[in-house]
């Protein structure tokens, strides 16, 4: 099956639920504890102007992209990129764009709804709008692939934190693609080439996160708790919620390359300066695609067998292949 590399975006009224109410709205609360914010690997380079600038994918103000044209005859190759900020911060301010313009590789930067929108419309899960945003923007690019000299069959997803999230999110669930709607964009597959992340959660499980880091303190917000003991203990009331949106979830055999770097080296099992962002999730992860044979590029200080310094030389290598 072709792929794709991306940054992510869909409107939840373009995709089906993709998993029941597992527990009463009355239980969640209207103003979830705000998560850590992303920490910046590198220093942002200067971005040239986008080539399509808040190109609307949805109907709500934040469901936009921008895309940056790769000069070329044929069809590029695409980064997709998703930013962090938790699902409730942050700008479609994408890296290394002259970089991957320069190799002949298209970039396409996304906005999306944040949970916090969710929770203001009665929408729960609250992740599933940024989540499914991403797919709908990855098939609203794909759509345009003619007009805008894409070769759809090479994208390759990108972001950090929550972004990362989104991006393995992706690059692990079966197609979304249906091609019974009446709506053309929906026909679009959300299948990727491959993605490579920084510093992602790649689990939505808190008993999970609980074992691998002890003072694991994320992934509330994105079910409706206020704190991450609420969300411990809450655990069992929204399992069907975890195992549709947690990454870890969706591994399977037939999965892209995923590449993952993070600042600070591993200590599983012990408690983290930065709970949030730690390589432990990268070490586990790594752990599972390794049962399923996906290839897993694990980088961090000291890390065994890096192959690619950085997540751009990873994409361009697999997207210009």
């Given at each position: ?314 994409l361009i290598e697999m997207l210009k292949k």
């Amino acid at each position: 099956m072709n792929r794709i590399i991306l940054t992510l975006g869909i409107s939840s009224l373009c995709l089906p639920l993709l998993a029941a109410d597992p527990a009463p709205k009355s239980a969640t609360p209207s103003s979830p504890a705000a998560p850590a914010a992303t920490p910046d690997a590198t220093p942002r380079p200067q971005v040239p102007p986008p080539t399509v600038a808040d190109f609307q994918y949805g109907s709500h103000p934040k469901q936009v992209l921008d895309f940056y044209k790769a000069p070329s005859d044929k069809p590029t190759p695409l980064v997709f990129y998703i930013h962090g900020g938790g699902w409730v911060h942050g700008e479609k301010r994408p890296v290394a764009v002259a970089n991957y313009l320069k190799a002949g590789i298209s970039v396409v930067s996304i906005q999306y709804r944040f949970t916090t929108d969710a929770v203001a419309e009665g929408q729960w899960p609250p992740v599933e709008w940024p989540l499914h945003d991403a797919a709908r923007a990855l098939q609203t690019v794909r759509s345009k692939a003619k007009e805008w000299n894409i070769d759809k069959t090479r994208i390759g997803a990108t972001g950090g934190s929550a972004g990362a999230c989104s991006s393995l999110w992706l690059a692990f669930h079966d197609d979304m693609a249906d091609p019974k709607s009446s709506d053309p964009i929906a026909h679009e597959s959300t299948r990727l080439t491959c993605a490579a992340v920084n510093v992602p959660q790649t689990t939505l499980d808190p008993q999970q996160m609980k074992e691998w880091t002890p003072n694991s303190k994320y992934g509330g917000h994105a079910f409706g708790f206020p704190n991450f003991a609420e969300f411990l203990a809450g655990r069992d009331k929204v399992m069907p919620w975890i195992k549709e949106y947690s990454p870890y979830e969706h591994v399977s055999s037939d999965d892209p390359p995923i590449y993952m770097s993070f600042p600070t080296a591993p200590a599983l099992g012990q408690d983290q300066k930065d709970p949030t962002h730690t390589a432990n999730f990268g070490v586990k992860l790594q752990e599972h695609c390794k049962e399923k044979g996906v290839s897993c590029e694990l980088v961090y200080p000291g890390a065994p067998d890096v192959k690619h310094p950085k997540i751009e030389d990873f994409l361009i290598e697999m997207l210009k292949k």
